[in-house]
């Protein structure tokens, strides 16, 4: 049975699924917690900017990682061949937990827009769907996710036309409970949660042609694709909401073109958070499948995980392996407090991929130091809650690294 993936991504295709993954839900349930941190407009953008600042060095390191080992995994693998088994393991332990809760996260966000009264079942169903269509092959799953990045675009633009187009409040009005250094570094690792998804990008390496010039080509289009509509978008909710108003709201941008005069558009906004959450949720799916392919080949996890269909050249027991584990998550989880849990195990991950990306050589340290600092900063900066949770998984999945390597010794 082979093991090998094939390569059928371009760089158009590899920036799509990259924009599907950051152009996703994020967007749509991200700022009103992150305006929360921040307490005003000026400090959210700030916020917004330094997550991008993080989101770029880290973007830079994986690109060049991606382009000198185009393997599934991501970084888990770069950590496992520049710094140790132990380091790449516990990124990937990190991407695989972390993000196997926010495919849930995404799950019942769609099952919220959808159909409130039965969010569970919807989200269960949303997550057997999408896991069909990764099974059919990668270049399936691309195809869907152009449709819903270009459908998610165009909600977005007409919410940051209707909003710029209204009068309101200026960017800097309506100041919420927060405004400190604090809240900055907090609302910038929340909003580092809906960058993440140029990961994607990464852990897909096998799956594109051409690694070595289209993933350093694909990854930093994808993410200033994105910091362009997440900034547009941003100071458009702001000048019709305020910081105050942003804070304190549940569906931001539904009320914000109803703020504008546009009440109307909600349920087509409403439509396309669904819609977006749906490709953050079939990237993810995506994403962590390959991770567990990667470590399920160096026995970190079941063996039988690493299996790779011969029509479709996919790794088809992972995939039903992660689809099952988020369908349960999503039939009896809560949404609340994923993005932070999910931040801080990201935020993990990319502080190996910079820590690597350090022993490439002198070209190139300073974005890594920049990203590990940075990535280590915005982590501690998030809720206690989330930094509770996130470093008590990545502990106890150091014990069990520790305890599988005496076990084997003996």
């Not at 953008?45 to 991501?74: E, H």
């Not at 930093?220 to 978008?233: M, R, T």
């Not at 409403?270 to 993810?284: N, Y």
């Amino acid at each position: 049975m082979t093991r090998e993936l094939r390569r059928t991504l371009g760089v158009f295709d590899a920036v799509v699924i990259g924009l599907g993954a950051m152009i996703g839900a994020g967007i749509f349930v991200a700022l009103a917690p992150a305006a929360r941190a921040a307490g005003s407009g000026p400090l959210l953008l700030a916020g917004l900017a330094l997550a991008a600042v993080v989101a770029y060095c880290n973007a830079t390191a994986s690109a060049r990682l991606a382009a000198l080992y185009p393997a599934s995994g991501g970084t888990y693998v770069y950590g496992r061949e520049r710094l140790g088994p132990f380091w790449g393991y516990l990124a990937g332990w990190g991407f695989v937990v972390g993000k196997t809760a926010s495919c849930a996260a995404m799950a019942l966000t769609v099952g919220a827009y959808l159909w409130p009264e039965y969010a569970h079942a919807v989200a269960v169903g949303a997550v057997v769907l999408l896991t069909a269509v990764n099974y059919a092959g990668v270049q399936k799953s691309a195809w869907l996710t152009r449709a819903i990045v270009a459908v998610v675009l165009v909600v977005l633009v007409g919410v940051v036309v209707v909003c710029l187009g209204a009068a309101g409040p200026s960017a800097g009005s309506g100041a919420g409970p927060g405004g400190s250094a604090g809240g900055v570094l907090q609302a910038a690792g929340l909003l580092f949660f809906a960058f993440a998804g140029y990961a994607r990008l990464a852990t897909l390496g096998e799956e594109v042609r051409d690694p070595a010039r289209t993933i350093p080509r694909a990854i930093p289009l994808a993410l200033g694709i994105a910091l362009v509509v997440y900034a547009c978008v941003a100071v458009a909710a702001l000048s019709v909401l305020g910081a105050g108003e942003l804070a304190s709201s549940p569906a931001p941008l539904a009320d914000a073109v109803r703020a504008a005069g546009a009440g109307g558009l909600a349920p087509v906004v409403r439509a396309g958070a669904a819609v977006a959450a749906l490709g953050s949720l079939l990237a993810l799916i995506l994403g962590v499948s390959r991770t567990t392919l990667a470590m399920a080949r160096d026995g970190h996890l079941p063996r039988g995980l690493a299996a790779v269909h011969p029509r479709f050249q996919v790794p088809h027991r992972a995939e039903l392996a992660v689809g099952a584990v988020v369908a349960v998550v999503a039939a009896v989880g809560d949404v609340r407090g994923a993005i932070g849990f999910s931040s801080f195990g990201v935020l993990a991950y990319y502080a190996v991929a910079n820590a690597s990306a350090w022993t490439l050589g002198a070209r190139g340290r300073a974005p890594a130091a920049v990203g590990l600092v940075g990535c280590v900063g915005l982590a501690f900066a998030l809720p206690a809650a989330s930094v509770a949770a996130g470093a008590g998984v990545l502990a106890l999945g150091a014990a069990a690294y520790g305890w599988r390597r005496r076990a084997g010794s003996r």
